[in-house]
């Protein structure tokens, strides 16, 4: 359970944070982040099942990967022995090859579709004994481990949770690389953006199971207008069976009808990669392979870059093309993330970020960032990864933009998604004509990296 802030000389240089802040802000409640703690805090406390965090309440009653890993991101800075459990709970459920999945399913019988019913991990060879899905989602838990060790190193956890981190990288490359450094994903569901438009005509193309074959639990508890249709849930369900029937582990010569390179999961992967090679060093071992394959996926993302589109592009690999409408999205800005990008493509990703007609504030959407840019006729400020603000994407960006050393851009960032989640409270995603907040309420890691944003300068 979530406690207090730590009071520990370890809090990650909260005074120094809040201080430049409040300067640049005026605001006198963000500028010592009360309030806004402790309610985040208690969003983390609220959705705390013990074992895991769950993303929300209701919705999302399990442990999902990328969720959990940006929780244990907040976490650090209030409960690190939480954190540290968070993590070692999500690393329970990998599969004896590495695969760590998207969901562990704690406990079984969770009202949730897709179940373990239907993916049907238990019994199958080299699952781990908790229910557990197929798939995999963005690895950004090296990056979540390295945060919590800067804040509270803690060697033993470390060599405990270093060894299955390394297994489910070395997974990925050997699983999901096709004859090119950059991994692949299977299902929409792996980029973490489930519905977004760059995904619109790749699963077009997957056969689609009846929906009437089974219940959708999501809608339940979300208007239909925020999530995606019934049409896009039969194609995911079908990529499900089609991926369960091969035990989830394709071949890389077998036909598969969704198979993408996103951009943005290696760009994820790429950070992830030089964050572990530097766990390794922590507690004595060799770090260069982690290194090397950092070091090879910056160079097949930088291959991505089209110069006259001025983008890095993700490439459908069933259709053997590259996909334009992933320039419309959000996640095409982070190579940024990864530090991948060179002076003038740099430019070229800042100005469409802050672009009124693409991903940045304008006079009709003043809520930033917007998940696809405002000039797509694709674009749909209240449907999910389609258009809505998302706090993790943000937070993303606001790394990004201090790799890059933008610290003021970096700051604006973070000073609007602290006033977004003042105002409006923490949601799934925001709307960014009005920021009210939709989807899912109370919503983790809205909470979690708030917590970091706060405290991490
Ligand atoms: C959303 O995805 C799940 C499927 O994995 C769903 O819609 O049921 C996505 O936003 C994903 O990124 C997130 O990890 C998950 C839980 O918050 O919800």
């Known amino acids: 359970m979530p406690r207090a802030r730590s009071t520990t000389r370890e809090s990650c240089s909260l005074s120094q944070h809040t201080s430049d802040w409040g300067e640049m802000t005026g605001n006198r409640s963000r500028r010592s982040g009360h309030g806004l703690r402790e309610a985040a805090t208690a969003i983390l406390a609220a959705n705390d099942h ?24 907040g976490l650090a800075h209030i409960d690190p022995a939480r954190a540290r459990l968070e993590v070692e709970q999500l690393l329970s459920g990998r599969w004896d090859d590495g695969l760590l999945p998207h969901i562990v399913f704690r406990p079984s019988d969770v009202d949730y579709f897709p179940g373990p019913s239907v993916w049907q991990s238990q019994g199958m060879a080299g699952a781990p ?39 489910w990288h070395r997974w990925l490359h050997d699983n999901r690389s096709r004859s090119n450094p950059l991994v692949a994903i299977v299902h929409p569901w792996e980029s973490g953006t ?90 004595g071992l060799p770090a260069q392979e982690a290194r090397e394959r950092a070091a090879a996926l910056r160079q097949g ?30 996640t095409s800005l982070l190579p940024m993330y990864a530090g991948v990008a060179d002076q003038n493509q740099l430019g070229k990703l800042i100005d469409t970020l802050w672009d009124p007609t693409g991903f940045g504030p304008s006079p009709e959407f003043p809520v930033g960032i917007t998940s696809v840019v405002k000039r797509s006729d694709r674009f749909d400020p209240r449907c999910y990864w ?8 943000n937070w993303l960006l606001v790394q990004a933009l201090r790799r890059h050393g933008r610290q003021e851009e970096a700051s604006r960032l973070r000073d609007r998604t602290l006033d977004l989640v003042q105002e409006h409270g923490f949601y799934e995603y925001y709307d960014p004509r009005t920021g009210e907040g939709i989807g899912c309420s109370r919503f983790s890691w809205s909470a979690s990296l708030t917590l970091d944003l706060l405290e991490r300068p």
């Open 50 to 73: 013990g074992t895991h965090v769950v993303p929300g309440p209701g919705q999302y009653p399990a442990q999902w990967n990328w969720d959990s890993a940006l929780i244990a991101v």
């Open 301 to 330: 993302i930088a291959e991505t870059w089209d110069d006259e589109l001025g983008g890095f592009l993700d490439f459908d690999l069933r259709q053997g093309m590259p996909v334009i409408e992933s320039l419309e999205c959000v």
């Open 129 to 167: 004994i908790v229910a557990v899905s197929g798939i995999t989602q963005p690895p950004v838990l090296a990056t979540a481990i390295r945060v919590l060790h800067e804040c509270h190193p803690d060697i033993g956890f470390l060599e405990r949770s270093v060894p299955s981190l390394d297994r």
């Open 194 to 283: 489930d519905n977004s438009p760059r995904f619109d005509k790749p699963l077009s193309l997957v056969s689609a199971v009846d929906v009437g074959r089974f219940q959708r639990r999501d809608l339940e508890h979300v208007p239909a207008e925020q999530r995606p249709g019934d049409e896009e849930y039969g194609r995911y369900a079908s990529l499900v069976e089609q991926l369960r029937d091969r035990s989830y582990r394709p071949t890389s010569d077998e036909p598969l009808e969704f198979i993408y390179i996103d951009v943005a999961f290696n760009s994820i992967l790429a950070v992830a990669e030089d964050d572990l090679a530097w766990l390794r060093q922590q507690i």
């Open 386 to 393: 389609r258009g809505p603000v998302w706090v993790n994407m």
